[in-house]
């Protein structure tokens, strides 16, 4: 069986992506972000989302990553993805939306978008 490296879930789940900021494209806006948690929003939300929590500049951004996408990373990887795999493609998806100044309280990312950002990330 071949096994591939995967980024532990060690530490505390806050300390799982490190502050980072993220430049406007369009107006060289610096937004400084810190990865909070993330949780099942199919229990707070009733969506399928695996939501994760980012404060930036002090406001608080939801980022659901759809959980179809979990399903299929798991049958074509032949292993789930780890809580630190997700919030590292969450990260991915809120930089994304900052760098273009699209600014919301909450994103639902749909499941091409998670399925494109693991790859983009290079999980395997």
């Not at 399903?71 to 032949?78: D, N, P, T």
């Amino acid at each position: 069986m071949t096994t591939r490296p995967v980024l532990a879930n060690a530490g505390a789940m806050s300390e799982f992506v490190g502050a980072f900021e993220v430049t406007s494209s369009l107006s060289g806006k610096v937004y400084q972000c810190r990865f909070s948690h993330m949780w099942n929003g199919v229990a707070t939300r009733h969506s399928d989302t695996i939501d994760t929590k980012f404060f930036v500049e002090g406001g608080a951004y939801v980022v659901g990553l759809a959980h179809t996408a979990f399903v299929k990373f798991r049958e074509k990887a032949g292993r789930d993805l780890t809580d630190r795999e997700a919030s590292f493609v969450a990260a991915e998806y809120l930089r994304e939306r900052l760098e273009e100044e699209d600014e919301r309280p909450l994103y639902d990312v749909p499941e091409a978008d998670v399925l494109r950002l693991i790859g983009q990330v290079g999980i395997k």
